[in-house]
């Protein structure tokens, strides 16, 4: 089955503590991102990659890094995780050339930073 | 003032009634996708639009790319359509960069 699997679904953490959250889809997709959805402010992008060892930012990128060392993985990684980063993140993937194909988003992934 | 306005925030619909969602966007595009959420759940996308119309089962979307507007209906609306429905563009500029809509929240009450 085509699809986006991120992981964890849930997660608690503290303030400080580097955390990764993953993502990988197995449709070979070049085009892969990370967005945050908050009550008020719908959903905003963070990082992007449109190919392997391409990545840039987003609309809210500060305090996030993302790698895309294989084609099928990108993971969030959040060095020092600070409350205000308490959110439900979802990863995307499109085939290339504009995105016109359509995007298969992930399940999502409620991180909750104490 | 957001890029893409969604309206309405809220909508509420007995059973079996038509619905109208309306998206306006302020900034050239390439083009415009729909998407539904559910209560707890993922992201699934319904349409990605560049002209004109499309329809899938009891959903139809059509968008008018002079005046910058989208709109969602759903005909004969179950309560099974309860969910948020989120309009998505890509700015013209860029072939990957999603700007989204605040979304509506549609409850369909038997």
């Known amino acids: 089955e085509a699809q986006v699997t991120q992981n964890p679904r849930y997660l608690i953490t503290v303030t400080g503590k580097k955390l990764t959250v993953t993502c990988s889809q197995n449709?070979?997709?070049?085009?892969m991102s990370w967005y945050r959805q908050d009550p008020g402010l719908g959903l905003r992008q963070i990082y992007y990659s449109m190919n392997v060892e391409v990545t840039d930012k987003g609309d809210v990128p500060e305090g996030y890094k993302v790698s895309r060392k294989e084609k099928r993985n990108f993971p969030l990684i959040l060095e020092s995780p600070s409350p205000n980063q308490t959110s439900l993140y979802f990863c995307?993937?499109?085939?290339?050339?504009?995105?016109?194909?359509?995007?298969?988003f992930g399940s999502g992934t409620r991180l909750t930073v104490v | 003032k957001n890029e893409v306005e969604q309206s309405p925030q809220n909508l509420t619909a007995q059973e079996g009634e038509f619905i109208t969602i309306n998206c306006s966007y302020s900034v050239g595009i390439s083009a415009l996708h729909w998407l539904q959420q559910h209560p707890g759940g993922g992201i699934v996308s319904l349409f990605m639009?560049?002209?004109g119309k499309k329809k899938h089962g009891r959903l139809i979307a059509t968008i008018n790319i002079q005046e910058k507007h989208s709109s969602l209906h759903i005909t004969a609306s179950h309560p099974r359509d309860s969910a948020v429905y989120i309009c998505a563009v890509i700015s013209g500029g860029s072939n990957y960069k999603l700007t989204f809509g605040k979304g509506t929240l549609l409850t369909v009450n038997p």
């Open positions: 449709m070979n997709h070049e085009y």
């Open positions: 639009l560049s002209s």
């Open positions: 995307a993937s499109s085939r290339s050339q504009g995105a016109v194909y359509g995007y298969t």
